[in-house]
């Protein structure tokens, strides 16, 4: 405790010249990342004061794991050690709001869900919808590029990013991007760190580009009699000129989740036509809207995100889905697991949700990996205990890239500070 509390006196020190400050304290049971206690927590209250405390790290060789709401700290592979826990709460404003050009720059503390209720105002939003919204902020939807059901009209958070502020490992600020939707040549930093799980330096804001809201909403709940109709269902839409905002399955048993978004006539008659396509396949068909809607939604995601057990994302060609549900089926009955699947359809976007033995789980995944050719697809463990993350690498075949990524991480944290080995092929 005597050496915590000189690290914290040091930290405190370091930043006590900086604009808005921060608080620093001996870590808690309550802050622990997989069951490891951080030495110090670090709150910055400004972008000043998070660069000080990178500063601070670097200079004293201490590693840093970065927080915002805490959705995503069980991902990666097990901590042994966490020096300072910097969370990035307090940086969590809307900066500046430019709705006449359809952008926002937004903290990286803010949470998904306050963003998009201040941008209500002027009727728009960020066209995101990453699972536990209520609490996921935009600082880790960024870094972890994580998306949800929109991601079919939408695409991920890498296609909405315009710009980006950050702070270096050595405590340096830098900036990419801009402030309006162009297209630059050029190193794009602000696309580079999305995605890198906080591997190359920490966000402070971020800009991005926004969307209307839509005047209504309209959802088809379809339910099909065997796997196969997803990739029918999906590929049917797409033939008739559909514009879906969200295409998502769930399975078993095989049910259907189809979003339209637009003005009342569009979003009703795109409904009506997704609904005739079902039926003419045999299936069953509900039309929702508002309350029944919302709630839908809500279960969809609580069926995977909402619950217990292991998450891995797994992602294949569209083509490839329904023989890659078969063969999932098949080894999970026969390794003695239970395996529930929602995604997107139109993408081949999937998240598992697995029960059972930990051998038989990394089974599984070493099984499914080895099905997937090479820039076919991925299987990457999101969420599971510390057994199964010790028999199976979370993150799995890289590819080509790695090489460079090691390169570009070397580049950014020369001391190897920020989240070190958690990131993409152990970064």
Known sequence: MTEIVGLRDALISQIDGCAAGAVARPGTEADAVDGVVPAIVAEPGS???????LGWASDHGRSVVVRGGGTKLGWGPPVDAVDVLLSTRALNAVEAHRHGDLTATVQAGAILADVNAALAAHRQWLPLDAPHGERATIGGIVAANDSGPRRQRHGPPRDLIIGMTLARADGVRAKSGGIVVKNVAGYDLARLLTGSFGCLGVILTATFKLAPAAEASRTVQATLSEARQFAQVAAGLLARGATPTAVELAWPPPTMLLRFESIAAVAVQQAEQAAALVRDGGGGVTVLADADEAAAWRRHEARIFGGGGTIAKLVVLPSDLSATLARLDEAARG?????????????????????????????????????????????????????????????????DGLPLMRQVKRRFDPRGILNPGRGPGGL
């Open 47 to 53: 972008p000043e004061a998070v660069a000080a405390v």
């Open 335 to 399: 390794l003695s697991l239970d395996c529930e699947v929602v995604g997107r359809a139109g993408l081949g976007v999937l998240y598992l949700r697995l029960t059972g033995a930990a051998s038989a789980q990394a089974s599984l995944v070493r099984g499914l990996r080895g099905r997937i050719p090479a820039g076919r697809g991925s299987v990457v463990i999101r969420r599971a205990d510390r057994e199964l993350r010790s028999l199976v690498d979370v993150w799995g075949p890289v590819g």
